[in-house]
Nanobody, 123 residues
Framework: QVQLVESGGGLVQAGGSLRLSCAVS????????MAWFRQTPGKERDFVAT????????RYADSVKGRFAISRDNAKNTVYLQMNSLKPEDTAVYYC????????????????WGQGTQVTVSS
């Protein structure tokens, strides 16, 4: 069973940057894509970005393209989400997820979720 623990959230002003981390343990880490999602109260959890094991395949939501970058350090079993040019609408709880496949360019076959980390962007 893969276990995921996010960190790096916080309060930042609009235009600023944050880097989220997701520590991965247990299971066969190389079997999974790793993704980031976000959720605001009363809304569905939305896809943000995903990356495959080798790092040569990434997908992004249109709302974050050009501002966010997903990466992974397999030696450290850690996935990152670098968030630049943050906007108030990026405010959400960000979740890390391990998944097995892409369907239509989007994550599917989820194996595990983290507990989430709060990101708040002030205007």
């Amino acid at each position: 069973q893969v276990q995921l623990v996010e960190s790096g959230g916080g309060l930042v002003q609009a235009g600023g940057s944050l880097r989220l981390s997701c520590a991965v343990s247990g299971g066969t880490v190389s079997s999974y894509f790793m993704a980031w999602f976000r959720q605001t109260p009363g809304k569905e959890r939305d896809f943000v970005a995903t990356i495959n094991w080798t790092g040569d395949t990434t997908r992004y939501a249109d709302s974050v393209k050009g501002r966010f970058a997903i990466s992974r350090d397999n030696a450290k079993n850690t996935v990152y989400l670098q968030m630049n040019s943050l906007k108030p609408e990026d405010t959400a709880v960000y979740y890390c997820a391990a998944h097995r496949i892409l369907i239509g360019g989007r994550p599917a076959g989820f194996a595990s979720w983290g507990q989430g980390t709060q990101v708040t962007v002030s205007s």
